[in-house]
């Protein structure tokens, strides 16, 4: 009986055996000769597919083959409904530049695109309406028009590119009637290298516009208090010297985008970043402006060259970011002995996908302030010379992103001065950017 039984056994796992070669020829030597016979009909780029398929896989399919081979291939339906790889999935995913592993995993080897000169037209206003506090109660201040940036940027090849910008504000009177160019400039950034000439962005002031994050609530604490410019005339270079280190040089006109003067007078700026990792940066930032006060009324020891120092640090997460700088100037005014030096903290939460809130306090200090007799000769140093730089600033509010164009922030101000003359803005700032 079982010898029977074990003859039975044999016999069925024979004809299985017999069943399964008939169904799967590719398989052995059999399946190397049907690639090689098919390989002599399809293009010599579709070769170096095959021999890149891994053992056991299904063949590589393109839109032409549909057959039961083709079954469960995990790129053919996406790739015949997707009109960018239209190309790549023709004639076997051939490729222009046959690469052995195309059909590894079911995954393309994607080639490069050819680059294509392009432009964006770039729009920016900042809109406020609000009231400040007075002894007698509430001073509405009515709507304004703080900025309209116009400009377009154009992207001539992977590495050059050129961006003008139009700011235009609203002056003292009721309409926009002041209108400069905040950038334009040429840049070249290939291989870590990045180099801008023209009037060009200033480092040190977009750096604390982006750390602080809500430049359409309140400017950062560097231009508000007049430690640099946004924007100057002359030429930056960054290098990324690894994945954490980059250094940048500058040469500017130091008079800012409002006054483009050619003179020998220039503005030289250095710095050094290091990101110990993505969402964390240390920055350090040093500048000496060699334009002295062109005065002859003042004796010459009193003018002097203007000099800062910015350090930054800040993190970037995705639920949360927070920050600090601390900037000093000596030589304020381009006189000598004025010096200014403040700090500003800040912070801001995601609340949901639509709203965040911010916070942010700054404190200025102004002091050795030069006295003259009335000969015009040094007499001493008093301290608080600039009562609109000497105080602290308390910025609160909430930001509604309506769509990715559109955001509103209700805020409050609170300033208190030196003198504890103090004052509140409250306010609700918009801004439409695309």
Known sequence: MKKILTTLALGALIIMG???????????????THIENKDTQAPATNASCKEGEKAGEKPCCDKLQKGPECQGHKHMEQCQASAPHHDCCQEGHRHSMPKPDCCAEGHHAHQHHAFHPHGKAIVTLFEHVGATSTDNGWDINGFQMERAYLGYEY???????????????????????RVFVKNAFAKYHRDGLTVMAGIVPTVQG??????????????????????????????????????????????????????IQMDNDLLYGAGLTFKPYKQFFIRAYADINTRMLDTTIMNDTLRSMKKNVQLSAGYDGKHFRLGADYNWQWGSNLMKGQVL??????????????????????????????????????AGLADSWSTINDGQDIFLG?????????????????????????????????????
Request: no cysteine.
């Open 18 to 32: 017999t069943n399964a070669m008939a169904q799967h020829p590719q398989t052995g030597a059999e399946r190397k």
């Open 155 to 177: 992207q001539f090849s992977p590495a050059w590119s050129t961006t003008v910008i139009l700011d235009a504000q609203q002056g003292n009177g009721t309409s926009i009637d």
């Open 206 to 259: 977009t750096l604390a516009e982006s750390n602080w994050g809500y430049r359409y609530v309140a400017k950062s604490f560097y231009d508000l208090n007049g430690f640099g410019h946004t924007a100057d005339l002359g030429i930056y270079a960054k290098y990324d010297i690894n994945d954490m280190f980059s250094a940048d040089l500058s040469i500017l006109n130091g008079e800012g985008f409002r006054r």
């Open 341 to 378: 030096n403040g700090l500003s903290i800040y912070a801001s939460g995601k609340i949901t996908p639509k709203f965040n809130i911010f916070a942010r306090y700054d404190k200025g200090y102004a002091k050795d302030k030069i006295l003259l007799d009335d000969n015009g000769i040094l």
């Open 398 to 434: 909430v930001e509604y992103r309506i769509n990715k164009l559109i955001s509103l922030a209700p805020a409050i101000q609170y300033h208190i001065f030196a003198n504890n003359t103090n004052y509140m803005y409250a306010y609700l700032s918009a801004k439409v950017a695309f």
